[in-house]
């Protein structure tokens, strides 16, 4: 993006809104070279929408429950992001399924943050799932969505090692964590230009990759 068009990011959020509180200071530290002209909730008392108000940024809720389904949501929710103009949709802690028309109207240009290291435990409880499981290793995924649950191509992940003494809370405040750095950084490479969908691989342009292995329990 040249220096005078910001991406404008619609960011949808049902929940606390700790993912979209770091978009909005990374976007005010101009680390990330775009500007949240929505946030966008399913829920009248998400945190989300008391964080944009306090930042100043334009906040809506559509609530769900004021539709008869899935398809007349979406649709309401399509129109309100084309309305503001939104480049691209950033789903953070958004705990509704979107939709093909939703898809369709914002092709390769709607992200997702998810708390595993997919493709393992897509779905809901997923921190307690990868606990449970035994796994040495868990982590999240910024991906872009298609029309599985989960399934989109991978843009950036993060891995968090599951400790001996873990719970669910302490894990999942780890990967949150991490979902902090990711999600900033999968935003600014979109906006740099620098990400490139090829097939099920996204190809990121200059990206310096992390070569070493990871290994838990250590050697
Ligand atoms: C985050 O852990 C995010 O990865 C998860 O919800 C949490 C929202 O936290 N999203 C999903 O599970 C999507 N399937 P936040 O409201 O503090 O950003």
Redesign the pocket.
């Known amino acids: 993006m040249s220096a005078n068009k910001k991406l404008k990011l619609g960011v949808l959020?049902?929940?606390?809104?700790?993912?979209?509180?770091s978009i909005i200071d990374q976007c005010r530290e101009q680390k990330i070279d775009a500007e949240i002209v929505l946030v966008l909730s399913n829920n009248p008392d998400a945190?989300?929408l008391e964080r944009a108000a306090k930042a100043g940024i334009p906040s809506v809720c559509v609530n769900h429950r004021d539709y008869a389904d899935r398809q007349s949501f979406d649709q309401a929710v399509i129109r309100t992001l084309q309305e503001a103009g939104v480049d691209l949709v950033v789903?953070?802690?958004?705990?509704r399924l979107i939709s093909e028309v939703f898809i369709a109207a914002f092709p390769q240009r709607i992200v997702?943050?998810?708390?595993a290291l997919l493709p393992a435990f897509p779905?809901?409880h997923?921190q307690k799932k990868a606990l449970e499981y035994g796994a040495r290793f868990a982590g999240?995924t910024v991906h872009f969505v298609d029309t599985g649950v989960?399934t989109g191509p991978i843009i950036i992940q993060a891995v968090v090692p599951i400790l001996d003494n873990d719970t669910e809370e302490t894990l999942?405040a780890r990967?949150?964590e991490q979902?902090h750095k990711i999600y900033p950084q999968a935003i600014q490479l979109i906006a740099e230009g620098r990400v490139k969908v090829e097939g099920r691989r996204v190809h990121i342009e200059a990206a310096s990759n992390n070569e070493e292995a990871l290994i838990n329990p250590s050697l």
């Open positions: 959020a049902s929940g606390g809104g700790t993912n979209l509180q945190g989300a789903l953070a802690g958004f705990m997702n943050i998810h708390p779905g809901l997923v999240c989960d999942s990967i949150l979902e």
